[in-house]
């Protein structure tokens, strides 16, 4: 197989896990890269690189020459302004749309996002739905994906926090129940998607194998790191209401904590799907369960810990 994938967004917790992935199958793997994270490319071994932005309508038309397949998992990272999120999810989308189409790619995958029941309050939802039309207007045979919440925002996003105070900020009562997965398993889901026919122009929500409330997510969470830390995690309930007055006031001097404000509570509230289809589709049978995803992390932190422990004393010695 010679055919190629341009990942955009190839850096990104997502991208990360697809290169692997699609290298093993047999594609050559070629990812879009901002010029700031040319170093994280470097980690990706199965990575051809095309340096480039999403907003660079010349570097994405450049990018897409020979591509077959275009993924894009690209977000905003950490930068929460509004500016930052509508580039990532709606004007570069439509840029890199455009260039996918110029160069006849055979199919998009388009990374959206599982809503909530109340999903239109959240503004960045709009640029995402935007995009879909887009998407589908454009002639281009695409894959929609809404995944719900990664593993990995709960985990490596508030690991540090834990690491200090044993607690993990959420925000309102935490009895919203959610449907994470590991992008491992996402990962596995798009590499699935490629020239698969029964994907072809259609949207497919995805969640984990579990539905659960972020009350039983951190208490699943606790329980592996009672094991390798000796301590629990305890969950902080922050009041919502006052919590969103506070970053509306806040936004004028601070975007970023609106935006992260503003993330958070999208995070937070309930999400679900049947995943009955997708799984027929794409051929997916179990699925990574958060005490799977921490342990794995635990063990690689000790790995690591270890490592570095036996490097500091050879050193000494």
Not at 22 to 50: D, M, T
Not at 76 to 84: C, H, L, Q
Not at 231 to 260: C, D, M, S, Y
Request: proline share 4%; hydrophobic share 40%.
């Amino acid at each position: 197989m010679n055919e190629t994938v341009l990942i955009v967004g190839a850096t990104g917790v997502l991208g990360r896990q697809l290169a692997p992935l699609l290298k093993a199958k047999g594609f050559r793997v070629r990812g879009l890269v901002r010029p700031q994270s040319l170093h994280k490319a470097k980690n990706i071994p199965e990575l051809e690189v095309a340096q480039g932005d999403i907003m660079d309508k010349d570097s994405l038309m450049k990018a897409c020459e020979g591509a077959d397949y275009v993924i894009s998992c690209v977000s905003a990272g950490e930068d929460r302004t509004a500016k930052s999120r509508g580039n990532a999810e709606h004007y570069g989308q439509m840029n890199l749309i455009e260039a996918a189409k110029a160069n006849r790619v055979k199919q998009f995958v388009f990374t959206s996002t599982l809503f909530p029941k109340n999903s239109l309050g959240y503004s960045f939802v709009w640029a995402k739905l935007m995009t879909e039309e887009k998407l589908r207007e454009s002639g281009l045979t695409y894959t929609i994906f809404r995944p719900c919440g990664f593993f990995y925002e709960l985990y490596y996003r508030g690991e540090p926090i834990v690491e200090k105070i044993d607690l993990f900020p959420i925000l309102g009562d935490g009895n919203n129940t959610t449907q994470m997965l590991a992008e491992q398993d996402v990962a596995k889901m798009y590499v699935a998607s490629l020239g698969n026919k029964e994907c072809f122009n259609r949207t497919l929500e995805i969640g984990g194998g579990a539905t659960m409330s972020f009350n039983d997510l951190i208490a699943q969470w606790s329980k592996v790191r009672r094991k390798y830390e000796g301590r629990p995690v305890w969950p902080l309930h922050i009041p919502l209401a006052p919590t969103r007055l506070l970053a509306e006031l806040i936004k004028p001097f601070n975007e970023q904590i609106w935006g992260l404000v503003h993330l958070l509570d999208f995070s937070y509230d309930a999400m679900s799907c049947d995943m009955t289809e997708p799984k027929r589709i794409l051929g997916i049978d179990k699925m990574m369960s958060l005490e799977e995803y921490v342990t794995e992390a635990y063990e690689k932190k000790h790995a690591h810990r270890l490592k570095r422990q036996t490097a500091e004393s050879q050193t000494t010695s």
